[in-house]
């Protein structure tokens, strides 16, 4: 199985600044790597697909890059609606697996 | 508009079964790649199992394959989790989510709202 290795598992950010948020995997999986906002209480929200690529309806603050074993998720200029946890998930080979979620919170 | 609203959850004993349904709207199940997702408390999400657009390949995680069923009912565009012999530690909200993979599960586009399972004596 491919593991997926999320850090940091939460930090302290303020409205505006940049965050980011790194995804390391076990094995090289090109760009299959995808990320998810989830709120308390809500179901997760596909943010970043094929590590790079805006899902529709996402806004633009939020951004993805790498491409191998190295992937990071860019939320610029955070805003009050940013503060929730996070996920990767690699698409590249069944099981499909998450990393363990990064909290970002005040 | 795309919908997908879980059924199910519940109580049960450790060995007890349950059956969970998603019901879809706004698009054919068919179409798409479905899966499982899970949630324990305070916990991360774990990916238990996919059915393809065909129906033909399934997949489970291996923490729930041989007592977990996936299937599908296409006339009703309703997607299924048969849950047997469960343990404590399938206690979670279970998520059904459409899968946008064409050849091979991908990512998740739309999610359901959950179907909590406890299992507890």
């Known amino acids: 199985d491919i593991q997926m290795t999320q850090s940091p598992s939460s930090l302290s950010a303020s409205v505006g600044d940049r965050v980011t948020i790194t995804c390391r995997t076990s094995?090289?999986?090109?760009?299959?790597v995808n990320w998810y906002q989830q709120k308390p209480g809500k179901a997760p929200r596909l943010l970043i697909y094929?590590?790079?690529k805006l899902q529709s309806g996402v806004p633009s603050r939020f951004s993805g890059s790498g491409s191998g074993t190295d992937f990071t998720l860019t939320i610029n200029s955070l805003q009050p609606e940013d503060f929730a946890n996070y996920y990767c998930q690699q698409s590249y080979s069944a099981p499909l697996t998450f990393g363990g979620g990064t909290q970002v919170e005040i | 508009q795309v919908q997908l609203v879980e059924s199910g959850g519940g109580l049960v004993k450790p060995g007890g079964s349950l059956r969970l349904s998603c019901a879809a709207s706004g698009f054919a199940l068919s179409d798409y790649y479905m899966s499982w997702i899970r949630q324990a408390p305070g916990k991360g999400l774990e990916w238990i199992s996919y059915?393809?657009?065909?129906?033909?390949?399934?997949y489970y995680a291996d923490s729930v394959r041989g007592r977990f069923t996936i299937s599908r009912d296409t006339a009703n565009n309703s997607l299924f989790l048969q849950m047997n012999s469960l343990r404590d530690d399938d206690t979670a909200i279970y998520y059904c989510?459409?899968?946008?993979?064409?050849?091979?599960?991908?990512?998740?586009?739309?999610w359901g709202q959950g179907a909590l399972v406890t299992v507890s004596s």
């Open positions: 059915i393809s657009s065909g129906g033909h390949a399934i």
């Open positions: 989510a459409r899968d946008l993979g064409i050849a091979q599960p991908a990512y998740f586009d739309y």
């Open positions: 094995q090289t999986i090109s760009k299959s």
């Open positions: 094929a590590a790079s």
